[in-house]
């Protein structure tokens, strides 16, 4: 007799409850992170952010909120803010951070470049203490997806080596991550570049028809015409 075995459909949508807070367990690196940017005065990150209670407008991103995202998404080697966008629709501590909403890439980005060396200069000093204090892992993804873990020199046990041993760790992950993107931002110029390209190449080829059948209509006008030669 032929063996039966149970079926599967995956051609189905299910509606079923989730809690948000169990997406990550406790002492998951996005809570860390949560909670030590917390207990620091981040002031200087939204002493320009004008939308206010009572007023009209689109209310404003929470600092604190943008800085955790992109710590955690660097922390795990994702410098990319359309990567950041893409994985905030699954990636479970980017849904708790952000409560299942999706951060557009142009606020993350934008976020990022106004703050400049003070928003990078936060960032290698939370990376590296979380990190010493085991509180985060840092790693780099190579040009094949691989994921690599960024160690420290276990031999070092006095606090202000450990520390300024994490720090430069933070520092050089942060610079890795920074290389990775400029590539990214390189291809994305080179894509533009290909594309305004094509599309110039287009319109060139459509004037040239243009040109060529403007030529052709007065040589049959030419024609037409008596005592007009060719």
């Given amino acids: 007799m032929p063996q039966v075995f149970e079926a599967i459909n995956r051609n189905q949508v299910v509606l079923a409850p989730l809690d948000v807070e169990k997406l990550i367990p406790a002492g998951h690196p996005a809570r860390n992170l949560?909670?030590?940017?917390?207990?620091?005065?981040?002031?200087?990150?939204?002493?320009?952010?004008?939308?206010?209670?009572?007023?009209a407008g689109r209310n404003a991103w929470e600092p604190r909120l943008l800085i955790a995202i992109w710590l955690h998404a660097y922390s795990r080697g994702i410098s990319s803010a359309h990567e950041i966008e893409r994985k905030c629709s699954y990636e479970p501590g980017l849904r708790w951070l952000t409560g299942l909403r999706v951060i557009n890439h142009h606020t993350l980005s934008d976020f990022r470049v106004k703050h400049g060396e003070s928003f990078q200069e936060l960032f290698?000093?939370?990376?590296?203490?979380?990190?010493?204090?085991?509180?985060?892992?840092?790693?780099?993804?190579?040009v094949d997806g691989t994921k690599v873990r960024a160690c420290a020199n276990k031999k070092s046990f006095k606090r202000a080596d450990r520390i300024r041993e994490h720090l430069g760790l933070a520092r050089n992950h942060q610079k890795h991550l920074q290389?990775?993107?400029?590539?990214?931002?390189?291809?994305?110029?080179?894509?533009?570049?290909?594309?305004?390209?094509?599309?110039e190449r287009v319109q060139r080829l459509e004037s040239a028809l243009k040109e060529v059948e403007r030529l052709q209509e007065a040589k049959k006008c030419n024609k037409t015409m008596p005592g007009v030669d060719n």
């Avoid at 949560?34 to 007023?55: C, H, P, Q, T, Y």
């Avoid at 290698?124 to 190579?142: H, P, S």
């Avoid at 994305?188 to 599309?199: H, I, Y």
């Fill in 124 to 142: 290698i000093q939370v990376l590296g203490i979380l990190t010493m204090e085991k509180l985060i892992t840092l790693k780099r993804v190579t």
């Fill in 179 to 199: 290389e990775q993107q400029a590539e990214e931002e390189k291809g994305g110029r080179q894509e533009a570049a290909q594309e305004r390209g094509a599309l």
């Fill in 34 to 55: 949560w909670e030590f940017l917390g207990k620091l005065d981040l002031s200087r990150f939204s002493a320009e952010i004008k939308s206010v209670e009572w007023n």
